[in-house]
């Protein structure tokens, strides 16, 4: 294009061009090249690429929450998720953490992942970070999604409400695209791995390769569970060395 380099990214045949604003004409994308993103970025681009990047999850995010908010699937168990965002997104998507549902008092009052409305950090939200510390990680960096977007008001509703998001779910994933998802609790486990397994337990801590994705089903950090430290933290002892091939 006149000599001027533009970069732009195709995302399953679909042109995404965040910066086409910057010109004063209309651009012809016929002859564009494919290009190693590796081959180009020096320091500078390297910089500007990972900035393009974030805003081009947080577009694709984006219109991925409006389908949750016009989403009248589960109208009569749920109350909607307040909040303009569904995903908390970390400093790199590296982790993706997959919760059961949101809580009551936590995300969807106080707008702050793991917090209640007075800024205190919520009982599981202190057991995940113990956890974390094993490997070296912020849960408060780290990026996080609820398998149900909405809030159920009987827990009863957590299987119907987790079939009803699957398809949201896995949208947000693949937008994402994480090296590795860890699902705590059944619910979410069960909506991400693409075979039947009878006890929780028999799934917990192994790592299964699922469409692309590695998954590691923990259990749930709620300090009203036994298993929510004492047999999470053998897991994160292991999950500490394989993180340096992840």
Not at 5 to 29: A, G, P, R, W
Not at 165 to 178: A, F, H, R, S, T
Not at 202 to 210: R, S
Request: aromatic share 10%; with cysteine.
């Amino acid at each position: 294009m006149d000599g001027i380099s533009h970069y732009f990214n195709l995302v399953e045949d679909k042109i995404i061009d965040l910066t086409s604003i910057q010109f004063n004409h209309e651009i012809d994308y016929k002859e564009y090249q494919i290009i190693d993103r590796q081959k180009i970025l020096t320091a500078d681009t390297k910089t500007r690429y990972h900035i393009l990047k974030s805003k081009l999850i947080k577009a694709l995010l984006k219109q991925v929450d409006e389908k949750v908010y016009s989403c009248k699937s589960c109208d009569k168990l749920v109350d909607k998720f307040p909040n303009d965002e569904t995903v908390f997104l970390g400093k790199d998507q590296t982790i993706v953490l997959v919760g059961e549902a949101p809580a009551n008092n936590g995300w969807r009052k106080s707008h702050k992942l793991w917090c209640d409305i007075n800024g205190k950090v919520l009982p599981s939200g202190v057991v995940l970070q113990k956890l974390f510390d094993i490997i070296d990680r912020n849960i408060f960096e780290t990026t996080f999604l609820e398998s149900v977007k909405c809030y159920p008001l009987e827990r009863k509703n957590l299987k119907t409400c987790s079939s009803n998001c699957k398809d949201i779910m896995l949208e947000q994933l693949k937008i994402l695209n994480p090296k590795l998802i860890i699902t705590l609790g059944e619910f979410p486990t069960r909506n991400l791995l693409n075979f039947k397994f009878n006890k929780f337990a028999d799934v917990v801590g192994n790592i299964y390769e699922v469409n692309g994705y590695k998954i590691l089903p923990i259990y749930h950090p709620s300090p009203i569970s036994p298993k929510s430290y004492k047999c999470n933290a053998p897991i994160f002892e292991n999950l500490r060395d394989l993180l340096i091939d992840i």
